[in-house]
T-cell receptor
Framework: QQQVKQSPQSLIVQKGGISIINCAYE??????FPWYQQFPGKGPALLIA?????SEKKEGRFTISFNKSAKQFSLHIMDSQPGDSATYFC?????????????FGAGTRLAVHP | EPEVTQTPSHQVTQMGQEVILRCVPI?????FYWYRQILGQKVEFLVS????????KSEIFDDQFSVERPDGSNFTLKIRSTKLEDSAMYFC?????????????FGEGSRLTVL
């Protein structure tokens, strides 16, 4: 019940295309869903996050779509650029007493070709 | 911009040896975490730490592991007797107290290789 399932494992997109990464969770107690971006040799960094009381959140070219009834959420990267090439992790957490224990998906390696 | 710093960046050790990984969290953060990432796999929660005690630990965090905040700035992860399967990238992270953003700030990681 603690799992977050992420797909696809890898994704190749042409420059200017749309990248879509999907995640599904089981635990309905999760109440915060961040996406982290990781470049090689670096730690994960928060990209965008959503709470389950909204169905969509957009920040620049990045959009999270959230479907509470299906327990699914996805990341859309519009106008994908070579600089977006990285590994993307979805995560979920249930806020608990001040700290956040993130449960990560398996990651999606995105390659954006020029 | 404040950041989480970790040392060493890479450590090679023999099986059975003790290893200490060090982290300096962001100065005004009070929640600290260790995560690990086995090569090519997902990032896994190990432990969270607040007010000088463990808040939560995963099943991975067995008796071989311990954490400590020896002074006001450092946060350490000790592996008492390393095993081959401990080879991984270990990430330290920190977050602000009472701020429900979900944002954990991660360091660049310490790569541990156990031979």
């Amino acid at each position: 019940q603690q799992q977050v399932k992420q797909s696809p494992q890898s994704l190749i997109v042409q420059k200017g295309g749309i990248s879509i990464i999907n995640c599904a969770y089981e635990n309905t107690a999760f109440d915060y869903f961040p996406w982290y971006q990781q470049f090689p040799g670096k730690g994960p960094a928060l990209l965008i996050a959503i709470r389950p009381d909204v169905s969509e959140k957009k920040e620049g070219r990045f959009t999270i779509s959230f479907n509470k009834s299906a327990k699914q959420f996805s990341l859309h990267i519009m106008d994908s650029q070579p600089g977006d090439s990285a590994t993307y992790f979805c995560a979920a957490t249930r806020f608990s007493g001040g700290y956040n224990k993130l449960i990560f998906g398996a990651g999606t390696r995105l390659a954006v070709h020029p | 911009e404040p950041e989480v710093t970790q040392t060493p960046s890479h450590q090679v050790t023999q099986m059975g040896q003790e290893v200490i990984l060090r982290c300096v969290p962001i100065s005004n953060h009070l929640y600290f975490y260790w995560y690990r990432q086995i090569l090519g796999q997902k990032v896994e929660f190990l432990v969270s730490f607040y007010n000088n005690e463990i808040s939560e630990k995963s099943e991975i965090f067995d008796d071989q592991f311990s954490v400590e905040r020896p002074d006001g700035s450092n946060f350490t992860l000790k592996i008492r007797s390393t095993k081959l399967e401990d080879s991984a990238m270990y990430f330290c992270a920190s977050s602000e107290e009472g701020r429900y953003t979900g944002e954990l700030f991660f360091g660049e990681g310490s790569r541990l290789t156990v031979l």
